[in-house]
């Protein structure tokens, strides 16, 4: 919104004065400015009074002299006629008769009222700006000097008066009013009020399209952007809206508070579609758009001037270079192949992230790569700073960390699983966690912690520590932790809840003597129909409170109780199954190998050193008639 005009604060009073002058003129600024620069002042301290106010119209039929016919000031507010005011050959215009002199301070009526007039681009919507700090008093006259203020600040700027100001008579009384009821009158902040208003123009919309997949121009200016994610895959998903056509539409004319017929231009046509789409793309026809909408999911490719959603893809490698990260989405049913042939090459680069549905990779992932898939192959080896996560994940040779549901690893060498079924070829060192641990060949340095089974197949190594945990899986510690911190405050509450209920037990014996006196004095009165004294009452009622919390607190402290042998036995459960796991070696035992079973109550480790060269296979959790714990062999299953 733009300004005119000084606030009324701001005037200026120079040394020189002008004569006093009377003026006929179109445009009061333009004849203001002329005045202070023919007499070497300042424009700030040149005012004028409003002698007459003429307003003309005429319909421009195309001659070169148009003739204006003025109009009386009560015809002014039939100029709201929109029919006619929307005609473009419509003209309309005043001229001022003004009176300019230069003013004193003595004579601002308004010196600490600061306010200026404002309007919107188009000029159809006026206001009244008034800056926060403005004090006004009133004074006899207020509300015909504040409407003189305002209409020849409306001047300044340009505005016509009395035409599309029907408002502003409401707006000064109001204003008017409220200054008089409260004599002085301060603004805290600043105050927009509207005025005057026109017929707003409807802009035109010039044709356009709208490529709605395309992510990376989202981007928001304040975000980093990175460059690794070049969007080579603009992954979508079904029903999502692809690409937009925005029909061209040409807008309705106005007219502003100037006067000035506001024509709205014809819009332009420059990017009707010249593409084709095949089935996979839906295309919506509306009355102001065309929509092209995903008919599955999957990503877009635009070939032969053609669009379509694809979900299968082949790269020969993943790369900063090539392809940058690849972010298609779980659910987006996309379908890599990725063949680097060249084996000193990685066939998922340095620091690149892929996220696809499926994903197989004919090579190698290269240091600090992550990828994320429901399915996944890798041909090659994992770097050791590489991330894999895969409900199904087969990885060759595996270095790195990988996550998953079921996992089959060729040749484990020091790298991590984490995983439900893990199914390893060779190990090599490396960090095994899992539901179900299977391995074909083990060698040294390898850590298998397990929920239910781990089995070694042949064991060639030594230095290996097999691990049952009933707690491997961090939503299992969580539950045991929120379990055991809900004890501990029942243990905390029933303690507390037990010592008062000893204490009123002890307080309801001792003054039971006293209670049954009681109550058999006022069972006397009352038979004997005498009021029976009140602090007499005041005492039997208080016992019989007493009575009633006590009831109140044991109900409670039973509820307790019942929490506390639930969730301890919850507790138990967290173990349930650790009698039943088992830690198998079909093999001979080779060097030095620990066995660990990891209890939850008490929470304690069994552990367990097959001697080298025995024979034993299958080994179990066992506790004694004593409770006490240790890991046994068992006989053949």
Request: hydrophobic fraction near 35%.
């Amino acid at each position: 919104m733009g300004f005119f005009g000084s606030s009324s604060s701001d005037n200026k009073t120079s040394s020189s004065k002008i004569r006093t002058a009377v003026i006929k003129t179109q445009n009061v600024a333009k004849e203001l400015l002329a005045l202070s620069q023919a007499n070497g002042v300042s424009i700030e301290s040149l005012d004028f009074n409003v002698l007459d106010i003429q307003t003309f119209t005429a319909t421009n039929d195309g001659k070169k002299d148009v003739e204006f016919e003025e109009i009386s000031n009560d015809e002014l507010y039939e100029l709201d006629d929109v029919k006619a005011l929307l005609n473009k050959s419509f003209e309309l215009k005043q001229m001022y008769e003004i009176e300019v002199y230069s003013k004193e301070p003595k004579d601002d009526k308004f010196p600490n009222f600061n306010i200026a007039i404002g309007a919107n681009a188009s000029k159809c919507k006026v206001y009244l700006s008034i800056k926060s700090g403005s004090k006004i008093e009133y004074f006899k006259g207020f509300q015909d000097e504040l409407a003189i203020l305002i209409n020849n600040k409306k001047l300044r700027a340009g505005i016509l008066i009395n035409i599309f100001d029907e408002i502003l008579s409401e707006v000064v009384s109001i204003l008017s009013s409220k200054v008089k009821v409260e004599k002085n009158l301060e603004y805290h902040q600043n105050e927009t009020i509207l005025i005057a208003q026109s017929i707003e123009p409807t802009p035109t919309i010039d044709d356009e399209i709208i490529i709605h997949y395309d992510k990376k121009n989202d981007i928001a200016k304040h975000e980093k952007i990175d460059y690794s994610s070049r969007g080579f895959i603009q992954n979508v998903v079904k029903d999502e809206l692809l690409i937009e056509y925005i029909k061209p539409k040409k807008g309705t004319s106005g007219r502003n508070c100037k006067g000035l017929f506001l024509e709205a231009p014809e819009p332009l046509e420059t990017n009707v579609p010249e593409f084709n789409i095949d089935e996979t793309i839906l295309q919506k026809d509306t009355q102001d758009s065309i929509k092209y909408i995903a008919n599955e999911n999957g990503y877009v490719t635009f070939e032969d001037n053609t669009y379509a959603i694809k979900t299968d893809v082949d790269v020969e490698s993943i790369s900063f270079k090539s392809t940058g990260s690849i972010s298609a989405g779980l659910d987006s049913n996309v379908s890599m192949s990725v063949k680097e042939e060249d084996s000193s090459k990685d066939a998922v680069g340095a620091g690149m992230e892929v996220e696809v549905t499926e994903i197989d990779i004919d090579g190698n992932m290269g240091p600090n790569s992550k990828l994320n898939a429901l399915r996944a192959t890798i041909g090659g080896q994992t770097h050791k700073s590489s991330v894999i996560r895969s409900e199904k994940l087969d990885i060759n040779i595996h270095k790195g960390t990988a996550y998953g549901k079921k996992i089959h690893i060729t040749r484990l060498e020091h790298g991590i699983i984490d995983g439900d079924i893990i199914d390893i070829g060779q190990a090599m060192g490396g960090d095994i966690r899992g539901k179900e641990v299977y391995i074909e060949i083990c060698g040294s340095y390898v850590k298998a912690t397990s929920s239910k089974i781990i089995e070694i197949k042949k064991l060639q190594g030594s230095e290996n520590v097999f691990t049952i945990d009933s707690l491997l899986k961090k939503s299992s510690q969580k539950g045991l932790e929120k379990n055991e911190n809900k004890i501990s405050e029942l243990e905390i509450a029933t303690k507390n809840i037990k010592k008062e209920i000893n204490k009123y037990t002890i307080m309801i014996k001792d003054n039971k003597p006293a209670f049954k006196e009681l109550k058999k004095r006022l069972l006397h009165y009352k038979k004997n129909g005498v009021q029976m004294p009140s602090s007499f009452v005041d005492k039997y009622k208080q016992f019989l409170k007493i009575e009633a919390h006590l009831k109140t607190i044991k109900n409670e402290y039973a509820v307790k109780q019942d929490k506390l042998i639930l969730l301890t036995t919850k507790t138990a459960s967290f173990q349930d199954n650790i009698f039943d796991a088992r830690i198998i070696n079909r093999d001979r035992w080779v060097g030095y190998n620990k066995l660990i079973f990891k209890l939850v109550d008490p929470p304690i480790e069994v552990v367990y050193e097959p001697p080298e060269g025995s024979q034993d296979k299958i080994f179990g959790l066992v506790e004694d008639e004593d409770g006490r714990y240790s890991i046994e062999p068992k006989k053949e299953e």
